[in-house]
């Protein structure tokens, strides 16, 4: 239980506690690196993928780079087993990211080797990787990427140099690996993207061809039927040759969700229930764009409602919420008003939307939201500010693995990006609810308060504990945040924190 005496006066900064369950929240966590794989310039970790209760990602050492990773629960990174002459695992960049592909206990990876170029491979977390198939023979890569299994089967992209890039499907039992359809004739791609699953059929991106030449749609939502074995097209929502380019598919409250284009509306948030396709959202009046999708910025849902990144009229993007419920949208200015947040790599975990998101005082940073109270800043990952700009994290790409939130983040200049995670301070006395079940007990008072110019912390408990405190003004934003220190049992422990430098207003 966490108690604080606070007499309340007429000054002009006044501290208050008003807030207590959002800043309660924001303590009640604690960031951690879990390793620096290569030192200077980061391991760059990528592709996180949770198999055989093991957390594998692609990245660089300071021997290795661009390999394949793997990491126990409470262990470190380990080199996984190489394969003969392979250049580069995974896509060889440090901004794509996706999912390794699981199905009947194997890992399905791309791998890149000199020979074939980068094909499909499986892994059994014991052997050295295998090629399932050469599907672009020679020395050319097929690039398989958006690893989809469904019922017992691996789907797929995958490009030839005779079919371009088409939707395929490996087999397992069978031992085959095969193109479904060419649905952009010949050596044109269709570019394949977002395969998902919904009612028992693979919904993607699809394109017959994005040219003047009559029947082509451009990018549009097309359906696989694996029983009938079929390729159809849902529906043409940017009629002509322009395609609606749909991204993000998503499956929630039995709808599909995607972002799509159209000429009138621009790109906006869309849901499919089975028959037909219709628009949600108006974010940006007019063609403009309203919903951002870079970044991986993709809608997540979350107890009943749709959180995204929203591109209003004066094009600053901020959390946007789309109630299923009633049918309306709002803007959430998690930074406050005029701050462009561009919040990205949504994840739902610990049952709140957990998101990068920018702010003018530290940079971008983790944030999280349980979508009754207001946006927080989790965690100022990388502290400090250089010429007077507020450093930033960078978090992205979350994954959650033993009961843990991974990502990649960078909290200083000499680590660069390297594997993160988030996990649920259990030594914290912190208690939001009020509700007293602490076996730890801690009396913390504040003084003065209002305070001008310092003010002290004094901090009793019962037994060791480590804490941190952060101050956050109205707006959610971390003004100041302090490092994990040690409290000893039955001694009063008295922290001294400089207001000088802050605005006056009411903090928390």
Same mark, same amino acid.
């Given at each position: 239980m966490l108690r604080f005496t606070i007499p309340m006066r007429s000054r002009f900064l006044i501290v208050c506690i008003l807030l207590l369950r959002t800043v309660a929240e924001a303590q009640n966590y604690v960031v951690e690196m879990v390793s620096n794989l290569h030192t200077g310039t980061g391991g760059n970790p990528r592709w996180l993928t949770v198999y055989n209760n093991q957390l594998f990602f692609f990245a660089s050492d300071n021997v290795n780079p661009n390999k394949l990773f793997s990491m126990a629960p409470n262990g470190v990174p380990l080199l996984c087993p190489n394969v003969a002459g392979s250049a580069v695992f995974g896509d060889g960049t440090i901004s794509t990211n996706q999912s390794m592909g699981v199905l009947n206990n194997k890992l399905y990876l791309p791998i890149l080797v000199t020979a074939s170029g980068r094909e499909l491979y499986s892994y059994d977390n014991v052997n050295i990787p295998n090629l399932v198939? /050469?599907?672009?023979?020679?020395? &050319?890569? %097929? !690039?398989?990427?958006?690893? @989809?299994?469904? #019922?017992?089967?691996?789907?797929?992209?995958?490009?030839?140099?005779?079919?371009?890039?088409?939707?395929?499907?490996?087999?397992?039992?069978?031992?085959?690996?095969?193109?479904?359809?060419?649905?952009?004739?010949?050596?044109?791609?269709?570019?394949?993207?977002?395969?998902?699953?919904? /009612?028992?059929?693979?919904?993607? &991106?699809? %394109? !017959?061809?994005?040219?003047? @030449?009559?029947? #082509?749609t451009g990018i549009e939502l097309y359906v696989y039927d694996p029983v009938l074995n079929t390729i159809n097209l849902v529906s043409d929502i940017y009629p002509g040759f322009i395609g609606s380019n749909p991204t993000a598919l998503m499956v929630a409250n039995n709808k599909l969700y995607f972002v799509a284009t159209d000429p009138l509306y621009g790109k906006e948030l869309y849901e499919y229930d089975g028959n037909n396709v219709s628009r949600l959202t108006d974010i940006n009046p007019g063609p403009a764009q309203g919903v951002y999708t870079s970044d991986q910025s993709y809608p997540t849902f979350f107890n009943g409602k749709i959180y995204f990144a929203a591109n209003e009229v004066n094009n600053m993007i901020n959390?946007?919420?789309?109630?299923?419920?009633?049918?309306?949208?709002?803007?959430?200015?998690?930074?406050?008003?005029?701050?462009?947040?561009?919040?990205?790599?949504?994840?739902?975990?610990?049952?709140?939307?957990?998101?990068?998101?920018?702010?003018?005082?530290?940079?971008?940073?983790?944030?999280?939201?349980?979508?009754?109270?207001?946006?927080?800043?989790?965690?100022?990952?990388?502290?400090?500010?250089?010429?007077?700009?507020?450093?930033?994290?960078?978090?992205?790409?979350?994954?959650?693995?033993?009961?843990?939130?991974?990502?990649?983040?960078?909290?200083?200049?000499?680590?660069?990006?390297?594997?993160?995670?988030?996990?649920v301070q259990t030594d914290t006395i912190i208690q939001p609810n009020g509700i007293n079940e602490f076996s730890k007990q801690v009396v913390a008072t504040v003084t003065p308060n209002p305070v001008s110019e310092q003010l002290r912390l004094h901090i009793q408990t019962s037994s060791d504990v480590l804490y941190s405190y952060q101050i956050v003004d109205f707006l959610g934003r971390c003004m100041v945040q302090s490092q994990r220190m040690l409290c000893k049992r039955e001694t009063l422990t008295t922290i001294v924190i400089d207001f000088s430098n802050l605005a006056k207003g009411a903090i928390f």
């Open positions: 198939a /050469n599907i672009n023979p020679g020395t &050319a890569s %097929s !690039n398989p990427t958006f690893f @989809t299994p469904y #019922n017992n089967k691996l789907y797929f992209q995958a490009k030839t140099d005779s079919l371009g890039a088409e939707l395929w499907a490996h087999d397992p039992v069978l031992q085959t690996t095969q193109c479904l359809s060419d649905i952009n004739p010949g050596a044109l791609h269709s570019t394949i993207a977002f395969i998902t699953v919904y /009612n028992n059929k693979l919904y993607f &991106a699809g %394109s !017959n061809g994005n040219d003047t @030449t009559a029947g #082509n959390l946007g919420v789309y109630d299923v419920s009633n049918n309306t949208s709002t803007v959430l200015y998690c930074a406050g008003p005029n701050v462009n947040g561009i919040p990205r790599y949504f994840k739902q975990w610990d049952q709140k939307i957990f998101f990068s998101n920018y702010s003018d005082t530290a940079g971008t940073e983790l944030w999280a939201t349980d979508g009754v109270n207001p946006p927080f800043q989790v965690w100022d990952i990388h502290p400090g500010a250089l010429g007077g700009l507020a450093y930033g994290g960078y978090p992205k790409f979350f994954t959650e693995f033993n009961g843990a939130l991974y990502f990649n983040a960078m909290n200083d200049t000499s680590s660069a990006e390297e594997l993160f995670r988030l996990k």
